[in-house]
């Protein structure tokens, strides 16, 4: 029973990658969820950080963070889900959490992970910068744009 649940879960996960990289993520969410329903042990921690990610693209931000959360509990090892969280407290403006989870991400990830490695650092790179601007006596932009997203891809 362990075994087809997991196998359907695969499935559903796969389904669900290919619908976010569409462009649909709320059918994403919706299909990562019915993976996590098969409670698939030994991916968790993949289902929940992939939803993370479909959370983020429909900017719910709390439901993104949420899930990264899940994530880090399932495998704590698993350093895209700490890029997840830094992801979702940046966009919720909360810096310090965010830097925080860069930071354990970074002593997380593997040798054979350059890309997360990368990806870490620049998203802690740009927390860092953003928080010296918005402390910076300048005038800054009224407008807000969009949460940067290439670190979640």
């Known amino acids: ?10 499935v559903l996960k796969e389904q669900g990658n290919e619908a976010l990289k569409g462009g649909r993520a709320e059918e994403a969410v919706d299909l990562y969820g019915q993976a996590i329903d098969l ?17 983020f693209a429909l900017r719910q931000f709390r439901l993104s963070l949420s899930d ?12 895209k889900a700490y ?6 407290h940046s966009a919720l403006d909360q810096p310090g959490e ?3 989870a860069c930071t ?7 040798p054979n992970d350059p890309e997360v490695r990368a990806k870490l650092e620049k998203m802690l790179l740009r927390i ?5 601007d918005q402390t910076s006596p ?16």
Do not use: W
């Open 68 to 79: 990264a959360d899940r994530a880090v509990k399932a495998e704590p090892a698993f350093a």
């Open 1 to 10: 029973a362990a075994a087809a649940a997991a196998a359907a879960a695969t």
């Open 39 to 55: 409670n698939p042990r030994d991916m968790l921690h993949l289902l929940y950080c992939n939803r993370a990610a479909a959370y």
């Open 104 to 110: 354990l991400g970074l002593q997380r990830v593997g």
């Open 128 to 132: 860092c910068k953003q928080t010296i």
């Open 83 to 88: 890029l997840r969280q830094a992801a979702a």
């Open 138 to 153: 300048k005038e800054k932009d009224q407008t807000s744009p969009a949460p940067n997203t290439d670190a979640l891809v």
């Open 98 to 100: 965010a830097m925080k």
